[in-house]
T-cell receptor
Framework: GAVVSQHPSWVICKSGTSVKIECRSL??????MFWYRQFPKQSLMLMAT?????????EQGVEKDKFLINHASLTLSTLTVTSAHPEDSSFYIC??????????????FGPGTRLTVL | AQTVTQSQPEMSVQEAETVTLSCTYD???????LFWYKQPPSRQMILVIR??????QNATENRFSVNFQKAAKSFSLKISDSQLGDAAMYFC??????????????FGKGTKLSVIP
């Protein structure tokens, strides 16, 4: 139980275009999802917290107009990187707060999306 | 904001032996949770073990156990009978309450564990 998927697993795009990444909780409803960014050989950095039906809360230093987050349903959150540039190339990981029937204090992670901006 | 220190960037262990990964953290909260996640080369984050800070008993999950010292803010992970599949990056992550029943994680920089056959 508590499975989280991400799509796509990897994406290559041209500079200036927008890219959407989907994060889904497959077997539970996730009222809260989290988006992280991970550079090579580094740790995970929290970008934003996404609550279903409300605006996302962004961490300091994260541009909310560049990284648009939408959590329109209890099983889906999306991250859109707008006007992507090469410096946005990274590994993006989502997680979901655990189900009510399980461990709501635990985060379950998706497999990540590798974004390369040319 | 929480700070998390994993003082061992890399460690190695012989297959079937035991290894301990260290983690110290700083928090002003009294009620929180602590986690160890592993990230193999596939980069999928996998939950290894979870500890509730209000519990004195150390958590155990099969070959994985923790030594939780709340006063010292120390949370080490012991892996017994190490297996080749244990090779991964291990992240220590204490949580902090962020409202609406949700907890944020702060990750340490990680310890890369190699298992020698």
């Amino acid at each position: 139980g508590a499975v989280v998927s991400q799509h796509p697993s990897w994406v290559i795009c041209k500079s200036g275009t927008s890219v959407k990444i989907e994060c889904r909780s497959l077997d539970f409803q996730a009222t809260t999802m989290f988006w992280y960014r991970q550079f090579p050989k580094q740790s995970l950095m929290l970008m934003a917290t996404s609550n279903e039906g409300s605006k996302a809360t962004y961490e300091q230093g994260v541009e909310k107009d560049k990284f648009l987050i939408n959590h329109a349903s209890l099983t889906l959150s999306t991250l859109t990187v707008t006007s992507a540039h090469p410096e946005d190339s990274s590994f993006y990981i989502c997680s979901a707060r655990g189900p009510q029937w399980g461990r709501a204090d635990t985060q379950y992670f998706g497999p990540g999306t590798r974004l390369t901006v040319l | 904001a929480q700070t998390v220190t994993q003082s061992q960037p890399e460690m190695s262990v012989q297959e079937a032996e035991t290894v301990t990964l260290s983690c110290t953290y700083d928090t002003s909260e009294s009620d929180y949770y602590l986690f160890w996640y592993k990230q193999p080369p596939s980069r999928q984050m996998i939950l290894v073990i979870r500890q509730e800070a209000y519990k004195q008993q150390n958590a155990t999950e099969n070959r994985f156990s923790v030594n939780f010292q709340k006063a010292a803010k120390s949370f080490s992970l012991k892996i017994s009978d190490s297996q080749l599949g244990d090779a991964a990056m291990y992240f220590c992550a204490p949580s902090s309450y962020s409202g609406a029943g949700s907890y944020q994680l702060t990750f340490g920089k990680g310890t890369k564990l190699s298992v020698i056959p």
